[in-house]
C-alpha cells in the first residue's frame, strides 16, 4: 500500500496552526499512525489509528481522516515541534510509512 | 518501562552476513509480534520484517526476502535480524519496533568495502 505525504516541506511561524496530509493507496481502516523524529532520533509516536493521541504527547498534536486520506494538526505550533513527521500504515503485517514532511521555522 | 535496545551493527563487506539482536524488556515479549525497520542516512524510514508473537508467521519486503530472516527467542526477549548477501543499499540504522509505540534507539549497519 503507497503512503503519499504531502508537503514534503513546511515552513511555518510559531503558533500556526498546521496541517499535514497523508494519503493511502487503498482503505487502511484507519490503522494509521503519525510520528515525529528529530535529528539523530528514533521515531516518536504521536497519533495511533488515525486520531487517538499517545499518552504524554501535548494536545496540540491531533490526527484526523478515514478510509484513504488522513491528516495531522498541530494546533499552535512551538519551536520544539520542529521535525520530520511520517504515517504509516499498518492494516496488514506488511507496512509502509509516508515519504515524510520536514517541518521547519518560518 | 518497555526498553528495545539493539546491538550487533557496524561495519560490514558487500556480500557478507551480519546479525543484529533486539533486547526487550519492561512487557511480555511473547504475547506481541515485533518488527523491523530500517532508515537509510538522511532518507525515510523503510518496513523491513514482522514476526508474529510465537514465530509461525514472518514477512519480508520484497527487497530483502530470500536474503534477511527475522526470528525471536521468548525466552530470552530476544528479537533477530539475519542479515546474509549485504548490499550497499542496506546500508543504514536499524530499528527494533514493538508495533506501534516503542522503537529502539536503532543501531547503523554500513555495508562498504
Known amino acids: 500500500i503507497q503512503m503519499t505525504q504531502s508537503p514534503s516541506l513546511l515552513s511555518a511561524s510559531v503558533g500556526d496552526r498546521v496541517t499535514l496530509s497523508c494519503k493511502a493507496g487503498q482503505n487502511i481502516n484507519n490503522y494509521l499512525a503519525w510520528y515525529q523524529q528529530k535529528l539523530g532520533e528514533a521515531p516518536k509516536l504521536l497519533i495511533y489509528?488515525?486520531?487517538s493521541l499517545q499518552t504524554g504527547i501535548p494536545s496540540r498534536f491531533s490526527g484526523s481522516g478515514s478510509g484513504t486520506d488522513f491528516t495531522l494538526t498541530i494546533s499552535s505550533l512551538q519551536p520544539e515541534d520542529v521535525a520530520t513527521y511520517f504515517c504509516q500504515q499498518y492494516n496488514s503485517w506488511t507496512w509502509t510509512f509516508g515519504g515524510g514532511t520536514k517541518l521547519e521555522l518560518k | 518501562e518497555v526498553q528495545l535496545v539493539e546491538s550487533g551493527g557496524g561495519l560490514v563487506q558487500p556480500g557478507r552476513s551480519m546479525k543484529l539482536s533486539c533486547a526487550a524488556s519492561g512487557f511480555t515479549f511473547s504475547n506481541y509480534g515485533m518488527a523491523w525497520v530500517r532508515q537509510a542516512p538522511t532518507k525515510g524510514l523503510e518496513w523491513v520484517a514482522t514476526i508474529s508473537y510465537d514465530g509461525s508467521s514472518t514477512y519480508y519486503r520484497d527487497s530483502v526476502k530470500g536474503r534477511f530472516t527475522i526470528s525471536r527467542d521468548n525466552a530470552k526477549s530476544t528479537l533477530y535480524l539475519q542479515m546474509n548477501s549485504l548490499r550497499s543499499e542496506d546500508t543504514a540504522t536499524y530499528y527494533c519496533t514493538k508495533p506501534v509505540a516503542y522503537w529502539g534507539q536503532g543501531t547503523l549497519v554500513t555495508v562498504s568495502s
Open positions: 489509528n488515525a486520531n
